[in-house]
């Protein structure tokens, strides 16, 4: 299948990306993740990205078009895939749709994440860190110890993308940018919304309950 993934920062997307890449045996393809491996691995197109991003601009969406219509271009991409983060904007979804369209093939559907702004931001502000890897959350999983990782005992911290003021940004470009796509594919029958506060076994089985009966 051939799916793309909306839904707001902190929402759950990239975690039903993973449940649902593994059981749908098609490749979880994020545009960041993207972008990296074509910079590091020092291709044309990973080179002209770079150049933008070190002077501090925005990659131009034909580029963008174009790493993205490259990844797809690899066999793992035969039976489907999964869009996270990508299209980001309207014009990107059009191009989008004209990149696959030359492919003869669409995107089938749309899984839309929902969850209000106040849950993201007390979900994603209550995360810590410690410099070891082990994350905790103060309400869902909180150190036996405030402030100290149950595992080495150092101190814990809080991301900058975690920090409430950076979360409420993230959130505004989101609704500017991003969530006009929700009326965009809504008009052509794509959109599947489902509630990103549910249990995530829940969620996940929602959307493919769904997916089987498109």
Do not use: W
Request: hydrophobic fraction near 35%.
């Amino acid at each position: 299948m051939r799916l793309i993934l909306l839904g707001p920062p902190g929402a759950g997307k990239g975690t039903q990306a993973t449940v649902l890449s593994e059981t749908l045996k098609i490749p979880h393809i994020s545009t960041g993740d993207i972008f990296r491996a074509n910079i590091k691995g020092g291709t044309p197109l990973g080179l002209l990205a770079k150049s933008y991003i070190d002077s501090g601009k925005l990659v131009p969406d034909d580029v963008t078009i174009d790493i993205v219509a490259n990844r797809l271009s690899d066999e793992d991409c035969a039976s489907g895939f999964i869009m996270d983060g990508f299209p980001r904007t309207i014009p990107q979804a059009q191009m989008f749709d004209e990149m696959l369209g030359k492919l003869d093939r669409k995107v089938e559907a749309v899984i839309n994440i929902i969850a209000d702004d106040s849950i993201i931001i007390k979900r994603l502000s209550g995360r810590r860190m410690c410099s070891c890897g082990k994350t905790y959350h103060i309400a869902n999983n909180p150190p036996k110890v405030e402030g100290k990782c149950d595992v080495c005992n150092s101190s814990l911290y809080i991301r900058d993308d975690d920090k409430e003021e950076t979360i409420k940004e993230r959130l505004k470009i989101y609704h500017e940018q991003t969530s006009p796509l929700v009326d965009y594919y809504q008009k052509k029958g794509l959109i599947l919304n489902f509630d990103g506060t549910k249990p995530i076994e829940v969620t996940t089985r929602e959307i493919l309950d769904s997916l089987n009966n498109k």
